[in-house]
């Protein structure tokens, strides 16, 4: 069973910025395709960014595009959610996912196979 395991949450004021860090426990993530999803409270989860398994396509939900941004760090094997400019509306629990295939893109949707358990995010003054 994969565990996958967020860090790096918690309060901020808005304009400012959080790291998010995917792990999983013991092993890579080398061998996954990657994605981010956020839910608030009452409101659906949404997709918020996801890697492609080979690391060629990155995809971001429009609400988030150009404030987040995400990449592999190849040397601890981690999956990272760099979040600048943040706005109170992006308060919510974010949850990182793994899916084993798509290589090539990967979907905004909860299709994914595994999942964390989740950390919150709030930006509030």
């Known amino acids: 069973q994969l565990q996958l395991v967020e860090s790096g949450g918690g309060l901020v004021q808005p304009g400012g910025s959080l790291r998010l860090s995917c792990a999983r426990s013991?092993?890579?993530?080398?061998?996954?395709?990657i994605a981010w999803f956020r839910q608030a409270p009452g409101k659906e989860r949404e997709g918020v960014s996801c890697i492609s398994k080979s690391g060629g396509s990155i995809d971001y939900a429009r609400s988030v595009k150009g404030r987040f941004t995400a990449w592999r760090d190849l040397v601890n094997r981690t999956v990272i959610l760099q979040m600048n400019n943040l706005k109170p509306e992006d308060t919510a629990v974010y949850y990182c996912?793994?899916?084993?295939?798509?290589?090539?893109?990967?979907?905004?949707?909860?299709?994914?196979?595994?999942w964390g358990q989740g950390i919150q995010v709030t930006v509030s003054s």
């Open positions: 013991g092993f890579t993530l080398d061998d996954y395709a």
């Open positions: 996912a793994a899916h084993y295939e798509y290589y090539y893109r990967c979907p905004l949707t909860p299709v994914y196979d595994y």
